[in-house]
């Protein structure tokens, strides 16, 4: 997070060129870190190099980095944790491909609002269709004034009496039965959930290992919550929407940083009706991955 608010407070002030942003330069570096530290052997010596220009770019002082650039700095280097903090911190700070910064947009936002001022625009929140109960008024007006001139006043009279009395009944029977019906949803939880982690960390395991991916996610996202649960103040309430989630975080900003995506993944996962693959599986897996490495790394004196 405080790498994301450095480089919101460059695009703002207006110092980035337009062809280079400082917080592009932050994400690309590190990357080129992470790239560094994967070669085999690790190149220490780049990844260094990339890390402290990267942190120099958002927050001299303090930062998501620091134990980054301890990591690569003690003797001998913790290469294996520098490697898993660069991983998650590339996970959360992702962009799509072509992204950029300083792009006027008042050309594009002048157009659009001339073509919702336009006529083919107009009175869009006008239905011109009749309402049911208009319909139903027009038939049965239709048909009085046709029996009428054969049945006489009378006897239309009390034949349409009688078809508004079935109409109203059946309108009452489908309210009743609308009424009682239990609201549709994509798919009841399973049984056979666990308040351990580590126990849903590897249910989502062999969830993904038989190709149930949607299965998979479900797990994988509660091993998460579990673990922010378990390992910190924050309380996690399972009948939460993911608003109502993302709101309980609001006072942690890394942590929401990091969750915010996970709960995009399993909310497209379980509620989409989509067919979930396996590519989508690997991106949530890293994303709940990176998650829980930064719950469980955390020092009290960073909880809140």
Same mark, same amino acid.
């Given at each position: 997070?405080?790498a994301? $608010?450095?480089?919101?407070? =460059?695009?703002?002030?207006?110092?980035?060129?337009?062809?280079? +942003?400082?917080?592009?330069?932050?994400?690309? #570096?590190?990357?080129?870190? %992470? &790239?560094?530290?994967? #070669? /085999?052997?690790?190149?220490?010596?780049?990844?260094?190099?990339?890390?402290?220009?990267?942190? @120099?770019e #958002?927050?001299?002082?303090?930062?998501?980095?620091?134990p980054?650039?301890?990591?690569?700095?003690?003797?001998?280097?913790?290469?294996?944790? %520098?490697?898993?903090?660069? =991983? &998650?911190l590339?996970?959360?700070?992702?962009?799509?491909?072509g992204s950029? +910064?300083? *792009?006027?947009?008042?050309?594009?936002?002048?157009?659009? @609002?001339?073509?919702?001022?336009?006529?083919?625009?107009? /009175?869009?929140?006008?239905?011109?269709?009749?309402?049911?109960?208009?319909?139903?008024? /027009?038939?049965?007006?239709?048909?009085?004034?046709?029996?009428?001139s054969?049945?006489?006043?009378?006897?239309?009279?009390? !034949?349409?009496?009688?078809?508004?009395?079935?109409?109203?009944?059946?309108?009452?029977?489908? !309210?009743?039965?609308? $009424?009682?019906?239990?609201? &549709?949803?994509? @798919?009841?939880?399973?049984?056979?959930?666990?308040?351990?982690?580590?126990?849903?960390?590897? &249910?989502?395991?062999?969830?993904?290992?038989?190709?149930?991916?949607?299965?998979?996610?479900?797990?994988?996202?509660?091993?998460?919550?579990?673990?922010?649960? !378990?390992?910190?103040?924050?309380?996690?309430?399972p %009948?939460?929407?993911? @608003?109502? !989630?993302?709101?309980?975080?609001?006072?942690?900003?890394?942590?929401?940083?990091? *969750?915010?995506?996970?709960?995009? #993944?399993?909310?497209?996962?379980?509620?989409?009706?989509?067919?979930?693959? /396996?590519?989508?599986? $690997?991106?949530?897996?890293?994303? +709940?991955?990176?998650?829980?490495?930064?719950?469980?790394?955390?020092?009290?004196? =960073?909880?809140?």
């Amino acid at each position: 997070m405080a790498a994301v $608010l450095g480089a919101v407070a =460059h695009f703002s002030d207006g110092r980035a060129a337009a062809a280079d +942003c400082a917080g592009l330069r932050y994400i690309s #570096a590190i990357d080129a870190a %992470a &790239a560094a530290l994967d #070669a /085999n052997p690790p190149d220490i010596g780049a990844a260094r190099a990339r890390v402290v220009a990267a942190q @120099r770019e #958002a927050a001299p002082e303090a930062g998501p980095l620091t134990p980054v650039i301890d990591d690569l700095t003690t003797t001998p280097p913790d290469v294996g944790d %520098a490697r898993t903090r660069l =991983h &998650a911190l590339a996970g959360v700070l992702a962009v799509p491909s072509g992204s950029t +910064c300083n *792009v006027d947009s008042s050309a594009a936002r002048q157009t659009l @609002r001339d073509v919702y001022a336009s006529p083919v625009f107009a /009175n869009l929140d006008q239905s011109t269709q009749p309402s049911l109960f208009t319909r139903i008024l /027009n038939f049965l007006g239709g048909l009085i004034d046709s029996l009428r001139s054969t049945l006489g006043t009378g006897g239309s009279l009390l !034949l349409a009496g009688a078809v508004v009395g079935a109409a109203l009944a059946f309108a009452a029977w489908r !309210l009743r039965r609308g $009424l009682g019906s239990r609201p &549709a949803r994509m @798919r009841d939880e399973p049984a056979g959930d666990s308040d351990d982690p580590d126990a849903e960390w590897k &249910a989502a395991g062999a969830a993904a290992a038989r190709g149930d991916y949607r299965e998979a996610i479900r797990r994988a996202f509660r091993s998460a919550l579990l673990d922010i649960a !378990l390992r910190s103040t924050m309380s996690v309430d399972p %009948a939460w929407t993911t @608003r109502e !989630l993302l709101g309980s975080l609001a006072g942690d900003g890394d942590l929401l940083a990091a *969750v915010a995506p996970v709960a995009a #993944a399993f909310d497209y996962a379980w509620y989409s009706g989509d067919e979930i693959g /396996n590519d989508l599986w $690997l991106q949530a897996m890293a994303r +709940c991955e990176a998650l829980r490495t930064m719950v469980r790394r955390r020092t009290p004196a =960073h909880v809140r």
